[in-house]
């Protein structure tokens, strides 16, 4: 599958200035030398969380912070390919969190080709008509438009063949946490300090978290947030422009059939 095309307004990887291509060859230098010089331990790798916005990265984020052991993580979102050129090799695993660098994968699995950290990529997914009928926490407005969600998917379908990536999904963060944290675990090779399920119980946390209206418990009732009467004319908006959603849900395992389009004819 060859790569989508990346929309007109989405912005590109700043390029690097003298400062920068000198700070990360100095960077590249000490992960030349790490594990191998007392003192300097090796950053094992870069893992990247992508995927829909409104789809559990924040949370997911939150449970990496509070529950494994040796992360860096930032306190907003970053650019992977800024983080990768210029973010200190503090601790053995750097993890960054930003939907839009689903449009990116190719670009930063590229940096990372001949460097020694590895590289993996999580990307998450959740129900289409959740993600299209979130809203912002400030605005009256839905956050995600449905040209971004279309473009959104397709690199999503693209990134998820590679070996490197792997994909998440609302509902099984929601319901099925510690599973997930054993698949992560498994696929990155990270070590556990204590249950993603837990990761609200900490007081820790200086992450950003408004996306999540707060840090809080598992809530799989919010997976049904979008049959709202408030969102009717948007689920027909959706049915509208999106012609294969019915089909969509089927075949992601979120509806078994299209009976639920009756009840917005």
Known sequence: ????????????PVGQTAKGALRTA?????????GIVPGIDSMRAHVCIAGYPRSGSTMLYLMVHQCVQSVRVFRKEMSAINVARSAKRQRAFTVTKRPLDTFWIDE?????????PDCRFVLLTRDPRSVLTSLHVKKSDYFVTIDRWKALRDHIEYASQADDAITVDYRELVTECDEVEKRLTNFIGWKISSPFSSFHQSDKTTLETRA?????????????KWKAEKHRERIRQLLREINDLPE????????QDDTWVREYN
């Not at 930063?108 to 020694?116: G, S």
């Not at 969509?248 to 395992?253: D, E, M, T, V």
């Open 1 to 12: 599958m060859t790569k989508p095309a990346v929309p007109s307004d989405i912005p590109k």
């Open 26 to 34: 100095s960077l590249e230098a000490v992960d030349r030398i790490a």
């Open 108 to 116: 930063i699995r590229a940096y990372y080709a001949n460097r020694r």
């Open 212 to 224: 999540m209206n707060g840090v809080r418990p598992l809530d799989p009732s919010t997976q049904q």
């Open 248 to 255: 969509f849900l089927i075949a992601k395992g979120y509806e």
